[in-house]
DNA sequence: CCCTAAGAGTACCGTACGGTACGGTTCGGC
DNA sequence: GCCGAACCGTACCGTACGGTACTCTTAGGG
């Protein structure tokens, strides 16, 4: 696990504060412009006091809401038994259905926004925190059951890594960066569930060993 | 009020106002939150009144920054006469590698960057416009090449939209993301070719027509 | 029943920035 | 050489927001 703050997660969060970081959620969805301390503080029935108190600064809480909203979504796990062809593709898609879901999520969007617009201003901590726990967690999770794959002779491939990023590519496509530009793009299970069968089977043709 | 004539007027910019938008783009690349209308008159030597007499305001002149800047990205043609399978390789590679090189510029960075803050709060025609000069500007662009291919019996399809949504995610995989979050990743002119070359060989294996 | 601590609510301060006003300067037209 | 337009530089205004201080309420502990 190379990034190393990707779990340095719900430390110590109360029950309070974890509404408390609901409510920035919140208003992250609501309208990034409409986040401001004052207005979480009337969100969440606290005193802004606290809110520096418990999170230091606005950096902070951010912070803090990132992590917390991280610790939330943890997801994608595979049977390491019996691994056929058949059991790798239903993981493949679990995988890309689950990234697809959240990637798609108001909530996501509305985080990823703000983590962008931080790390275009020098200091940015939730850039990196964003990437820790979305692309390169899932990518830390992915690669173990790519690799598994190799070993069965279901697929081949020199490196994992690359291997990844062309799943991810194959994934996300556009879906991504049209979100987070505000395109009216709305994913409903069901183009999930398709999209996640043609990315595997696409990636499968890739890299799939033939038989 | 010549606020409409300036905001209509963003195919005629004179040179004058080409400089202020470079100044702008030069102060987008150096850090988001340097980005105020003071700054902007100081790096364009202009006077303030001068920005708002022209762009009518703030969010006038990010528009016509980022059209600007579109009007300065025009590339990728090809060449309709004798379409075989090498010419199709290579201008697919064309594509690809002058898309790469436009996202992992830092002006595109910082744009997309600013639109994509701007997205997050309400009204955002920068969300759109990047999109429209971007993400689907190119998507307009190569699929009549795709479609001459699949006319010449290079590749097959059924909808084009689809066939180029996997070339995107191909060639981007999880560059896009990673530059938007603050990764430090720099993609050499060496890398970019690789990179344009091995997407294009797994499109092809996946859409090319067996031969 | 008091004492203390946590925290809600609110008033307040400083500053940064969007937007405006105005005096001074340059320059093309007559 | 004069006039007006364009525009630079800058001082100025209003406001929004980050951050702080202060009061008031509530709850536990003795």
Not at 48 to 76: I, N, P
Not at 77 to 99: G, M
Request: charged share 25%; with cysteine.
């Amino acid at each position: 696990m190379p990034q190393a703050d990707a779990i340095a997660a719900d430390d110590a969060v109360t029950p309070r504060q974890g509404e408390v970081l609901d409510a920035v959620l919140e208003l992250l969805v609501e309208g990034r412009d409409t986040l401001t301390m004052t207005a979480v503080a009337r969100r969440a029935s606290c005193s802004k006091e606290t809110l520096y108190k418990w999170f230091g600064d606005r950096d902070g809480l951010l912070t803090a809401t990132v992590r917390w909203q991280a610790s939330k979504v943890r997801a994608g796990n595979w049977d390491r038994q019996h691994l056929d062809a058949d059991a790798l593709a239903e993981s493949l898609e679990a995988f890309a259905a689950n990234w697809l879901t959240v990637i798609s999520s108001k909530t996501s969007v509305a985080l990823n926004r703000v983590a962008i617009a931080h790390a275009g201003s020098g200091r940015s901590d939730l850039g990196r925190i964003v990437l820790a726990n979305g692309r390169f967690a899932i990518g830390e999770r992915l690669k173990p059951l790519l690799e598994a794959a190799r070993e069965a002779g279901l697929i081949a491939f020199n490196d994992a890594e690359a291997a990844f990023r062309t799943f991810f590519g194959l994934v996300g496509r556009d879906v991504q960066v049209r979100l987070l530009l505000g395109d009216g793009l709305v994913l409903s299970k069901a183009e999930i569930v398709a999209d996640a069968e043609r990315a595997v089977a696409q990636f499968l043709m890739l890299y799939g060993r033939r038989n």
